[in-house]
């Protein structure tokens, strides 16, 4: 495990055992964020991951998006050795109240922080994420993400606060086709548009920045996406 | 000259060698024969197609055929999942009625050699990752049945991926020396003296069920060792520990109320056990969806198998110092008492106890470290729905802090196991 990431694991570790040792006397058991003990280790209490570290905050992304991971991690269109493992006998009813149950979470997100760039590569990031780069077919990340980046229903994903190293990976992983969305695949052709330097300048920005207490995904819309994408199909 | 005599005898030595060598290889060749018929291209089945088709579904679940013959998220029956074992890999092949990559050519006699003499429609032996040690005591009746069903699933045209396995074991030669050593076709004979239900759990689990392909201890060249059927064994990827059957202080089921066996193999979950690792995926994919009467049938004759406890791997358990004992103690309190409680009791129907636990006890400290590390949850089954999960404390914990919460689980609150070193833990993948 790269040592960076050791601090931010410590950090869960602290995180959990305070959480789990707060629930320990008497809360009911017979609830879904007590079936789903599993998740907090990484994920964080209620699903609220921090931007330290690698792993996502998946409390109130939309359930269509998280059904779909789940199952793209089931189905090995997505990998990692952990959630590969933890899914594997988990039947399509439970995944769907999974996905649910983080999708309910109405949990505040950390605040804003410094995103580390110099100002050209802070420009560049914006210019990305509110105009895209349309002369190389990238549309901005605000008209799939909404207006706010957090994210649209039914299935896709807000993107703020997520941590800059899960950002930069998931980028990387769809450019190298070690992640697969259903076809046609919208974020691998994005992603293999975007040079390194602009993925880890987006991943850095979105990473730090925050969104009010209260801030939902937008509603579904019937208007077209700039770019076909089977992970949103109905 | 001296030389003369000297090299007569050598001739001769030479000649009755070759002799040996060659009346050897002939009774490699004829046990690799023994009881097989040339393929038949099947009768007209007696019974209506859809009945046959349903059936043959119902025993490919009793079978786990998908379970290797299908890869996460692939099409169904198209093959390519690979078994890892000590001499290298063997990748399940295309079962769909594909001409060209599946088994679209083969009559109902090809799979039924297949099936019980473990060979080819090609002529070639197969390698017994196939289970057919176990399939070949599966009837013909069932056998048609699963040729039907398998006929009428989609055919997908998926060449098959070579096998990696390591010279010699890649070749045809020592898979006859291992099939003569390890393999003879059965029959399943019913016994007069058990119940109609025994007979039948026999027959499930010695045959489709292939419960002793892991459930059995395999010796240097992955044959069931002498006695050694149900008697546990490590899988042949050295991952997880298949308990004996044979022992009720491993998996044996003897003394258990016959409903409690049902539900561990049925909802994955019973009064004082809970399915994990390989086992879970046994029950998520398979036995869940056998019938109750052929649930009530296992449950029989696993209850009813004779007991054989294992030799005891230590003289006298080895007791952890308290010092040492002490890193175990503060990480459970931190990581585990939460959900199993402050002194291994556990949480009826949602966190096993570790007091008195089986796997926590059992020899090889594989399986408890695997669940420390990889956590899991229990099959999602109609029985038990929505179960718990444990988290997958490997993302957390190092080596040395799993082997020292695992010495303290099982040397606390009446556990007397073994301690469990970092290099153990290492080992375990």
């Known amino acids: 495990m790269k040592p960076a990431l050791l601090r931010p694991i410590a950090a869960f570790a602290l995180l959990l055992a305070s959480a789990v040792a707060a629930r320990a006397a008497g809360a009911a058991l017979d609830t879904m964020a007590q079936r789903l003990q599993a998740c907090a280790v990484c994920h964080g209490k209620e699903g609220r991951a921090t931007r330290d570290g690698f792993f996502p905050?998946?409390?109130?992304?939309?359930?269509?998006?998280?059904?779909?991971?789940?199952?793209?991690?089931?189905?090995?269109?997505?990998?990692?050795?952990?959630?590969?493992?933890?899914?594997q006998n988990l039947s399509d009813d439970y995944l769907h109240e999974i996905a649910g149950y983080f999708a309910s979470l109405?949990?505040?997100?950390?605040?804003?922080?410094?995103?580390?760039?110099?100002?050209?590569?802070?420009?560049?990031?914006?210019?990305?994420?509110?105009?895209?780069?349309?002369?190389?077919?990238?549309?901005?990340?605000?008209?799939?993400?909404?207006?706010?980046?957090?994210?649209?229903?039914?299935?896709?994903?807000?993107?703020?606060?997520?941590?800059?190293?899960?950002?930069?990976?998931q980028l990387g992983a769809w450019r190298t086709d070690a992640r697969h969305a259903a076809a046609p695949d919208c974020m691998a052709d994005i992603a293999k548009r975007l040079k390194p330097e602009e993925i880890s300048a987006i991943a850095q920005w979105l990473s730090a920045q925050t969104l009010p207490a209260g801030t939902h995904p937008e509603a579904a819309s019937t208007a077209p996406l700039p770019l076909r994408c089977g992970s949103v199909a109905p | 000259?001296?030389?003369?005599?000297?090299?007569?005898?050598?001739?001769?030595?030479?000649?009755?060698?070759?002799?040996?060598l060659c009346a050897l290889a002939a009774l490699v060749a004829w046990l690799n024969v023994r009881d097989e018929a040339a393929p038949d291209a099947g009768a007209a089945p007696a019974t209506p197609a859809a009945t046959l088709v349903e059936r043959g579904a119902y025993l490919a679940r009793a079978g786990n055929c998908m379970g290797c013959h299908t890869v996460a998220g692939g099409a169904r029956f198209a093959g390519g999942r690979a078994i890892d074992t000590p001499f290298g890999a063997v990748v399940a092949p295309n079962l769909t009625p594909d001409v060209a990559t599946g088994i679209g050519a083969w009559s109902a006699g090809d799979f039924w050699r297949a099936l019980h003499n473990g060979r080819s429609r090609s002529g070639r032996l197969l390698y017994p990752a196939f289970p057919y040690p176990s399939f070949t005591n599966v009837t013909r009746a069932d056998s048609d049945a699963l040729y039907a069903y398998l006929r009428s699933v989609p055919a997908v045209a998926r060449p098959n991926d070579a096998n990696a396995l390591r010279?010699?074991?890649?070749?045809?030669?020592?898979?006859?020396?291992?099939?003569?050593?390890?393999?003879?076709?059965?029959?399943?004979?019913?016994?007069?003296?058990?119940?109609?239900?025994?007979?039948?759990?026999?027959?499930?689990?010695?045959?489709?069920?292939?419960?002793?392909?892991?459930?059995?201890?395999?010796?240097?060249?992955?044959?069931?060792?002498?006695?050694?059927?149900?008697?546990?064994?490590?899988?042949?990827?050295?991952?997880?520990?298949?308990?004996?059957?044979?022992?009720p202080a491993e998996a044996g089921v003897q003394g258990w109320p016959r409903e409690q066996v049902v539900r561990l193999l049925r909802d994955g979950v019973a009064e004082h056990a809970v399915v994990s690792g390989p086992?879970?995926?046994?029950?998520?994919?398979?036995?869940?969806?056998?019938?109750?009467?052929?649930?009530?049938?296992?449950?029989?004759?696993?209850?009813?198998?004779?007991?054989?406890e294992p030799e005891p791997e230590h003289e006298d358990a080895e007791r952890t110092?308290?010092?040492?004992?002490?890193?175990?103690?503060?990480?459970?309190?931190?990581?585990?008492?939460?959900c199993h409680g402050d002194h291994g009791q556990g949480v009826a129907g949602a966190y096993p106890a570790l007091a008195g636990n089986r796997l926590v006890a059992l020899a090889s400290p594989n399986n408890l470290v695997q669940l420390i590390r990889h956590g899991g949850f229990a099959p999602a089954t109609a029985g038990n729905p929505r179960p718990y999960g444990m988290p997958p404390y490997g993302q957390l914990l190092d080596d040395d802090a799993i082997a020292a919460v695992s010495t303290f689980v099982r040397q606390s609150w009446g556990n007397a196991a073994g301690p469990v070193t970092p290099l153990q833990v290492l080992q375990v993948r």
Request: net charge positive; glycine share 10%; with cysteine.
């Open chain 1, 57 to 87: 905050r998946i409390a109130g992304k939309p359930a269509g998006y998280l059904y779909r991971q789940l199952r793209n991690f089931q189905d090995g269109r997505r990998r990692n050795a952990a959630m590969d493992l933890l899914l």
């Open chain 1, 106 to 169: 109405d949990l505040p997100y950390p605040p804003a922080a410094k995103n580390g760039l110099d100002a050209a590569r802070q420009q560049l990031a914006q210019t990305l994420v509110r105009d895209g780069a349309p002369g190389r077919q990238i549309p901005p990340c605000a008209a799939c993400h909404g207006a706010a980046l957090a994210g649209r229903l039914p299935a896709i994903p807000g993107l703020l606060t997520l941590p800059a190293y899960y950002l930069s990976g």
């Open chain 2, 1 to 20: 000259m001296s030389g003369q005599p000297a090299r007569r005898v050598a001739a001769r030595v030479a000649i009755a060698l070759v002799a040996a």
């Open chain 2, 167 to 247: 010279f010699p074991f890649d070749t045809q030669v020592a898979l006859a020396v291992w099939r003569a050593l390890y393999f003879r076709p059965g029959a399943f004979a019913p016994d007069a003296a058990q119940s109609a239900a025994w007979n039948r759990g026999k027959y499930l689990v010695e045959g489709l069920g292939h419960c002793a392909a892991c459930h059995s201890g395999r010796n240097a060249l992955g044959g069931i060792a002498r006695n050694a059927e149900f008697a546990g064994g490590l899988m042949p990827d050295a991952s997880w520990y298949a308990p004996s059957l044979a022992a």
């Open chain 2, 279 to 308: 086992m879970a995926e046994v029950v998520y994919a398979s036995t869940q969806y056998l019938d109750r009467a052929d649930l009530d049938a296992m449950a029989a004759y696993l209850g009813a198998l004779p007991r054989r």
């Open chain 2, 321 to 338: 110092s308290d010092g040492a004992l002490a890193r175990g103690d503060k990480l459970y309190a931190s990581y585990c008492a939460a």
